[in-house]
């Protein structure tokens, strides 16, 4: 969402687009008439054989707010207004025909930046490049993330965003202009001369086209952006460290485990994290944690880092350990019971230590053996 802030007329959009919604969705009585309008419009498209039925489709739905941090909800927000743009329309005048005070006119200023040709424009716009990005914005939202699938959605994303720069631009201009002529939305001539703000103060001449405003200024310049977003936040260098890391991930490992791959990671990105010794001994370390680790039978059945690392934690801890530290406690409790508190006291200052409560009504056992047991 961050990259589209610096191209004029995608701000513009979002900023309209949040406002027609909160318009509409202002009361529940709108938000029936705007259900209504959808009832109307689905009977009359299935009335003309312009539309499907069956179970699950053409569902009655209502307007999505865009979120401030997550881009797939902006994605929602624009599909949930292109579904429903004839019935928000409808609504919209509606409350300028019935509506009175200040709610009149931002109905009416909320129709009239809805059905502009530049806000049907960007609006399919962002949908089509919402949808190719998607899949990464929601792959990285995910707490348990595939290193090596984040990498690929990364590579695919960009070339999908280059081709949609290199060969969408005739289709995306035919879609938006028959959207337009169905609802009868103005289309400009794209071949007369652009002015912008500027220069049409100052009378200045215009070396452009309105098509070229719309192909250069604003469809180049919205993919450019995302490129350029993707570009800084995955730079080759963190690109290469993301590739050599992802050998760590069992799905990718088990096959073939390239050590190689993990001591370049070291060499490359945390060559002050190791010494020069740590360094000469990572070869045959590695090689270990092939045997003991990479060719485990439970080794298998990980499907991530996530899982590797609970698996490793797992294993370290031994469960005879942890019942014969509870017997430990239990005995002393009932040593505590046979001798008093004080003489219990007195054995465990000689191995542990005691810190007396912030009520100062007993004590706090820190004892190696068990630590952080209440006493008292």
């Known amino acids: 969402m961050a990259a589209s802030q610096g191209v004029i007329a995608l701000r513009k959009f979002f900023t309209h687009l949040t406002f027609v919604v909160n318009v509409v969705s202002a009361s529940s009585k709108r938000t029936d008439q705007l259900r209504d309008a959808q009832v109307e ?14 179970r699950g489709l053409n569902q009655i739905g ?23 743009y004839s019935p928000t329309c409808e609504v919209l005048l509606k409350i300028v025909e019935e509506g009175t005070g200040s709610i009149k006119g931002d109905a009416d200023s909320a129709y009239e930046a809805m059905t502009t040709f530049e806000f049907v424009f960007v ?27 984040a990498l690929r959605l990364v590579a695919s994303t960009k070339v999908l965003l280059q081709k ?3 060969e969408g631009w005739d289709d995306l201009l035919c879609l938006v202009k028959s959207f337009c002529q169905v609802r009868n939305i103005d289309i400009p001539d794209l071949s007369s001369s652009y002015y912008n703000r500027g220069a049409r103060a100052r009378n200045e001449h215009s070396d452009h086209t309105l098509e ?31 590739r050599l890391a992802s050998i760590l991930d069992p799905k990718n490992a088990y096959e073939t485990f390239r050590s190689l791959d993990v001591r370049q990671l070291v060499e490359q990105f945390y060559p002050e994290d190791f010494s020069d010794h740590e360094k000469t001994i990572l070869k045959m370390q590695l090689q270990h944690y092939v045997v003991d680790v990479v ?35 239990r005995d002393k409790r009932k040593v505590w019971e046979g001798i008093g508190f004080s003489a219990f006291v007195e054995e465990e200052c000689t191995g542990g230590g005691l810190v007396r409560d912030n009520n100062g009504k007993g004590f706090s056992l820190l004892s190696a053996d068990f630590p952080f047991t209440r006493l008292g």
Request: hydrophobic letters at 40%; aromatic letters at 8%.
């Open 41 to 54: 419009q689905i009977a009359y498209l299935i009335s003309i054989d312009e539309l499907e039925t069956g």
């Open 212 to 242: 070229h405003h719309y192909r250069v200024d604003i469809f180049y310049e919205a993919i450019n952006c995302q490129l350029m977003e993707l570009d800084h936040r995955f730079s080759d260098s963190s690109m290469e460290m993301l």
């Open 123 to 149: 609006l399919h716009l962002e949908k089509e490049i919402m949808e190719i990005t998607d899949l990464l914005c929601q792959a990285l939202q995910r707490q348990n993330q595939d290193i090596f699938n």
């Open 295 to 329: 060719q485990h039978e439970d080794y298998k059945q990980l499907t991530s880092i996530a899982d590797l690392c609970q698996w490793e934690i797992a294993e370290k801890i031994s469960m005879e350990e942890i019942v014969e530290d509870f017997k430990k406690v």
């Open 62 to 84: 209502t307007l999505q707010r865009a979120g401030d941090t997550r881009w797939s909800s902006h994605l929602k927000s624009v599909s949930s207004l292109i579904k429903m």
């Open 164 to 166: 949609m720069k290199d």
